[in-house]
């Protein structure tokens, strides 16, 4: 059926641009926790880590120069590859 296929095709890009939204807020707020020692270590300054973490989640990030990852007890900042 049509309308079941395109229903379905449509609630499945909504959850995939939810879960997006969802991972930049979480990595937004993770760069915001970040000392200036660590933001040194990724290549950013405090203002520079301050206007990415402030964007709402749904701007997109022009280039990322990094990717926070956050569990219960550390924080990992790996610089992404450049192309």
Do not use: C
Not at 4 to 21: P, V
Not at 62 to 68: C, H
């Amino acid at each position: 059926m049509q309308i079941q296929t395109s229903f379905h095709t449509g609630f499945h890009a909504l959850i995939k641009r939810l879960a997006l939204y969802r991972a930049r807020r979480r990595s937004r707020r993770a760069l915001l926790a970040l000392n200036d020692e660590l933001l040194k270590d990724i290549g950013l300054s405090r203002a520079q880590a301050l206007a990415e973490g402030r964007k709402p989640f749904w701007r997109a990030a022009e280039q990322a120069k990094y990717q926070v990852t956050r569990s219960s007890n550390n924080t990992v900042v790996t610089p992404t590859r450049e192309n």
